[in-house]
């Protein structure tokens, strides 16, 4: 099992940046893929970006390709997302989740662990 935590959301001006961390507590966290999902008010949780286990395919929404990138430290057990150039519509509460020997895959039922969520608005 692994427990995560977030951090690093904000307020920030469009066209601003932020990087979300996750931390993982528990055993081997390099055997999982790491992924993030952000849910705005009265929307649905959405994909955003993960990254497979072994680190060597990383895999993004359309809507945030070239703007966002997911890395992971596996020594520090870590998963962080940097965002750039950041748009009113990336506001949302940010979550992090974990899969055993997974793949990246962008279905949220495919993550057995969730953290509790980062904060993360945008203002215009």
């Known amino acids: 099992q692994v427990q995560l935590v977030e951090s690093g959301g904000g307020l920030v001006q469009a066209g601003g940046s932020l990087t979300l961390s996750c931390a993982a507590t528990?055993?081997?966290?390099?055997?999982?893929?790491m992924g993030w999902f952000r849910q705005a008010p009265g929307k649905e949780r959405e994909f955003v970006a993960s990254?497979?286990?072994?680190?060597?395919?990383?895999y993004y929404t359309d809507p945030v390709k070239g703007r966002f990138t997911i890395s992971r430290d596996n020594p520090k057990n870590t998963v962080n997302l940097r965002m750039n150039s950041l748009h009113p519509e990336d506001t949302a509460v940010y979550y992090c989740?974990?899969?055993?020997w997974g793949g990246g895959a962008a279905g949220a039922h495919k993550y057995s662990y969730w953290g509790q969520g980062t904060q993360v608005t945008v203002s215009s």
């Open positions: 989740a974990a899969e055993q």
């Open positions: 528990g055993r081997a966290f390099s055997s999982y893929a």
């Open positions: 990254i497979n286990w072994r680190g060597s395919s990383e």
